[in-house]
């Protein structure tokens, strides 16, 4: 972490990235990145809708001699919610398939909220239940490899298995996710790291795990950057970069349509995750994970950074509230509250302690990098 303290101009980012570089206005380096990238392939406006239409008309196109032509992912959270509502209001000649993992952390708001959605607009929806002896023992494993992203676990096992129901068993080419500029389009790098890299998740595990993974599904680096995409042809598309898509506006929409309850912050459905973005990360790294979704949402014109500043005058967790969570946490992965405090005050430790697929995935950017430019030519 840098020693000086600087706060964005614009956004709410500040040194607790230890990445961030601010221009002579003060600026950061994550709203110059949206401005002259982001902004490039994001269409929140007629153009995008126009887009959005082709995209959706060639998806039916490629999908017509299966039984599904697309798939999404289903958490309970308001994004993933909203893209179905949308999908089904805007698109309902579209065939769509939802898949939900659960991991063992489902609060019952998240539950309620995927039964309605499913119920209310008639999609098709598989679960895959990971078994909890195995997601418990890799979770432990997290906690104690002592490194900022313990939603990896979670993370890996739903785009695994997103791969094997989706591509394997359906034939699927199309995964329509919620993820969205609007309020993700800030998100330091320096703060986590992929959760996709088997090779570290079972570095982790081979260390610290105590049983043996039989059914935990994981997806190497191959089958990701090549098979899946290149040979399947599977493609990932982002249908709310195409959207006006307002948060607050799309809660409005979906408690009136879906009868969506609400969870409080973003992510917030799962109990662990909302425990490691709003304890874990705030107290072991200095971490606050508002910082970014607050900036996405300045960047994208539905909030003020006073507003932002305001929210985060707040601490990230309920004072009142969090030693009961941690009870529930620890008591469900079978370790007393001593030892799970006992865990938060090890050394802090980053990916590159843990061997990785990191020089891999880098060469092989610059490599497609490379392409790219000599197809340009």
Known sequence: MKTHYQICSHCVMDTTDPDITFDEQGVCNHCRHVENVIRKSWFPNPEGKRRLDQIVARIIEDGKSGEYDCVIGLSGGVDSSYLAYMLRTEYPQLRILAIHIDGGWNSELAVHNIEHIVKRLSIDLHTEVINW?????????????????????????????????????????????????????????????????????????????????????????????????????????????????????????????????????????????????????????????????????????????????????????????????????????????????????????TFRDYPSDYALEQRFSRLKQYISKWRQR
């Open 133 to 349: 002896e195995e997601m418990k023992d890799l979770q432990l494993a997290y906690l104690k490899s002592q490194l900022a992203n313990q939603d990896v676990p979670q993370d890996h096992a739903f785009f695994a298995t997103l791969y094997k129901v989706a591509v394997d068993h359906f034939g699927i080419r199309y995964f329509l996710s919620g993820g969205n500029y609007a309020t993700e389009s800030i998100l330091p790098a320096a703060w986590g790291y992929n959760a996709m890299d088997a090779k570290q998740l079972l570095a982790i595990h081979k260390r610290f795990g105590t049983i043996r993974l039989k059914t935990y599904e994981t997806v190497g680096f191959f089958k990701r950057k090549i098979y899946y995409p290149y040979i399947k042809k599977f493609k990932m598309i982002r249908p709310l970069n195409f959207w006006p898509y307002d948060k607050e506006e799309a809660k409005r929409i979906i408690v009136e349509k879906l009868d969506w309850r609400d969870y409080g912050d973003k992510h917030h459905e799962s109990i662990f995750t909302k425990f490691f973005q709003s304890y874990w990360l705030p107290e072991k790294f200095g971490y606050d994970k508002r910082r970014a979704h607050l900036s996405s949402m300045i960047v994208a014109g539905q909030m003020t950074r006073q507003e932002a500043l305001n929210v985060l005058e707040k601490p990230p967790y309920n004072a009142g509230e969090i030693e009961s969570e941690k009870e529930f946490i620890a008591k469900k992965l079978s370790i007393s509250v001593e030892e799970l405090n006992a865990i938060m005050l090890q050394p802090n430790k």
